[in-house]
């Protein structure tokens, strides 16, 4: 495996189809769990969680805003976009 581990059984345990619900099943100690580093940095950051190593992956997709047309150059949705990509970009800089 990508992280060196061998002998895990990926597929032994729960399984949950919401990103929310793996986060809090590890955080109350039922597993080990994969998330977006976006998603579990507040888990994270606050000692709830740790990285058992420092491996990273890209992401096979990508998030786009979205807006009705009648919305371009609106100074509310162009703040909120900016907003936006500013965070995405600060939390990008913080990953490993």
Do not use: T
């Amino acid at each position: 495996m990508a992280a060196g581990v061998e002998g895990v059984d990926p597929d032994r345990g729960p399984g949950y189809n919401l990103s929310a619900l793996v986060i809090d099943a590890a955080v109350d100690g039922q597993g080990v769990a994969m998330a977006r580093s976006a998603l579990a940095r507040d888990d994270l950051d606050s000692g709830r969680l740790v990285r058992p190593f420092e491996l990273a992956l890209p992401a096979e997709y990508a998030y786009y805003m979205v807006y009705p047309a009648r919305a371009v150059g609106h100074p509310k949705v162009r703040a909120f976009c900016d907003w936006v990509l500013a965070e995405a970009g600060a939390a990008a800089s913080e990953a490993p």
